[in-house]
């Protein structure tokens, strides 16, 4: 199963405590933990279907390739963190 864990500071927004779901891509994962919250939803995904510009989301440590799609390939045992991007300059 992929352990998706979310920031205090989203948490702080919505409540979504950790959950272990199971996918193969980023949308398989988070629709899976949406069906289990759906006001998870619209906080995580803009209008479009795509990533809010405002987060960030690291599989197994890594940043995510597609925040469009969420197409990117997610291992059965991996670890998902969702936070908040920053931002500035």
């Given at each position: 199963m992929v352990h998706l864990n979310f920031a205090n500071s989203i948490r702080r927004h919505v409540e979504c405590?950790?959950?272990s779901?199971?996918?193969e891509?980023?949308?398989e994962?988070?629709?899976a933990a949406f069906q289990r919250n759906e006001k998870l939803r619209g906080y995580v995904l803009d209008d479009q279907g795509s990533l809010r510009k405002h987060l960030a989301v690291f599989v197994d440590?890594?940043?995510i390739?597609?925040?469009f799609h969420l197409s990117?390939?997610?291992p059965a045992t991996a670890t998902i963190h969702v936070i908040q991007a920053l931002s500035g300059g």
């Amino acid at each position: 199963m992929v352990h998706l864990n979310f920031a205090n500071s989203i948490r702080r927004h919505v409540e979504c405590p950790p959950v272990s779901v199971e996918g193969e891509t980023l949308r398989e994962v988070l629709e899976a933990a949406f069906q289990r919250n759906e006001k998870l939803r619209g906080y995580v995904l803009d209008d479009q279907g795509s990533l809010r510009k405002h987060l960030a989301v690291f599989v197994d440590g890594q940043p995510i390739a597609d925040p469009f799609h969420l197409s990117d390939t997610v291992p059965a045992t991996a670890t998902i963190h969702v936070i908040q991007a920053l931002s500035g300059g």
